[in-house]
Antibody
Framework: QVHLQESGPGLVKPWETLSLTCTVS????????WSWFRQPAGKGLEWLGR???????NYNASIKSRVVMSVDKSKNQFSLELRSVIAADTAVYYC??????????????WGQGILVIVSS | DIHLTQSPSFLSASVGDRVTITCRAS??????LAWYQQRPGKAPKLLIY???TLQNGVPSRFSGSGSETEFTLTIGGLQPEDFATYYC????????FGGGTKVEIK
């Protein structure tokens, strides 16, 4: 059973950098597609970006100027950095594995989520 | 950008009811649609992909249909554990979700 687990600080000060890591178990990161999502309390899901095992990335245009994703295949981990956070970045952050189906992508395995609060 | 509109946003139903949720896309997305269930405090769980293919391990009371711009998720006989929020998701240039449908106990 593939398992994903988010880790990182639960509290970040405004204008600082949010840093999260997702550790993947029971699956190879090679030839796979890995994504980050977030969900503010009581709201819907927002895709933040994706990184391939090659290190190639694509980001949501709404945060593209503030985000960096990276992958460390040797540790079976991938990471999210979101700079200059504000209160509106407060949310539960999820990592997930993307699976290609024909020309589409869906997400078959998710981490449990980690609440990140932006506050001084 | 392609947008997804789910309806209804909220529905109240009883155990054993048959429930249908609709997801409409603003443009033709062929069959590139997935459905997820999210229970309170939990991560989303993939139910269906390719509009109608049931993910491994998902009960057969869940079914999906549709193509192009109109899609449905049907739960044939609600069980207590099915009371949750359901999201559709499409992939065009990037993954995008519908606004969600919350299914509550009547």
């Amino acid at each position: 059973q593939v398992h994903l687990q988010e880790s990182g600080p639960g509290l970040v000060k405004p204008w600082e950098t949010l840093s999260l890591t997702c550790t993947v178990s029971n699956a190879s990161m090679r030839s796979q597609y890995w994504s980050w999502f977030r969900q503010p309390a009581g709201k819907g899901l927002e895709w933040l970006g994706r990184i391939y095992s090659t290190g190639n990335t694509n980001y949501n245009a709404s945060i593209k100027s503030r985000v960096v994703m990276s992958v460390d295949k040797s540790k079976n981990q991938f990471s999210l950095e979101l700079r200059s956070v504000i209160a509106a970045d407060t949310a539960v952050y999820y990592c997930a594995r993307g699976v290609f189906w024909s020309a589409g992508v869906h997400f078959d395995n998710w981490g449990q989520g980690i609440l990140v609060i932006v506050s001084s | 950008d392609i947008h997804l509109t789910q309806s209804p946003s909220f529905l109240s139903a009883s155990v054993g009811d048959r429930v249908t949720i609709t997801c409409r896309a603003s443009q033709d997305i062929s069959k590139y649609l997935a459905w997820y269930q999210q229970r309170p405090g939990k991560a989303p769980k993939l139910l269906i992909y390719g509009a109608s293919t049931l993910q491994n391990g998902v009960p057969s009371r869940f079914s999906g249909s549709g193509s192009e711009t109109e899609f449905t998720l049907t739960i044939g006989g609600l069980q207590p554990e099915d009371f949750a929020t359901y999201y559709c998701q499409q992939f065009n240039s990037y993954p995008l979700f519908g606004g969600g449908t919350k299914v509550e106990i009547k």
